[in-house]
């Protein structure tokens, strides 16, 4: 028995690409938006709370993050593109319970932009916003590569429906 091999009848393919393109470039999008938006010091939240542990958790990329465990019952994260060598090595030379001062986001409630700690700034706002910022534009860039991916699948999609208008 002896198949050949011909185009595929249904359109399985283009379906596929349209969504993950569209999808994928939503959510890089949204990613983008968060972390390019000017955010100015004065609409960041204040906490003074005391540091109880901190911790490097790696996510799927390889990027390191830094969350921190306070005292107020809350958690807070440094985004991996701000979190340093450096700035762990600051954090891990801190004793138990000292008292920190932190910036959080607006758009989130753990994500620290600001880290002072015994008047001593560990991370700055212009720093962690410039950083978060080129991130986004990251994001961006991800994004069109997302939406320019989900093109072709549209175009194919269209050329099926045609062709399936054509045979009737």
């Known amino acids: 028995m002896v198949m050949s091999v011909r185009k595929a009848d249904s359109p399985g393919a283009a379906v596929l690409l349209t969504v993950l393109g569209i999808v994928m470039g939503i959510v890089f999008t949204s990613n983008a938006l968060f972390l390019i938006t000017d955010v ?3 609409e960041c939240a204040a906490v003074e709370t005391r540091l109880l542990s901190n911790s490097r958790k790696q996510n ?7 969350r921190l465990d306070c005292a107020d019952g809350q958690r807070y994260f440094i985004n991996a593109s701000c979190a340093t060598e450096a700035l762990w090595e600051s954090l891990c030379d801190l004793e138990p319970q000292t008292r920190i001062n932190l910036l959080i986001h ?4 753990q994500t620290v932009v600001e880290l002072d700690a015994g ?4 991370l700055s706002f212009d720093d962690s916003m410039r950083k978060l910022e080129k991130e986004g534009q990251g994001f961006l860039l991800l994004s069109a590569l997302m939406y320019g991916c989900a093109v072709p699948g549209i175009c194919l999609l269209i050329r099926y429906g045609i062709r399936r ?3 009737r």
């Open 106 to 109: 607006p758009h989130s409630r």
């Open 60 to 66: 799927t990329s390889s990027r390191t993050r830094i």
């Open 165 to 167: 208008s054509n045979v």
């Open 40 to 42: 100015e010091r004065s």
């Open 119 to 122: 008047g001593s700034v560990l």
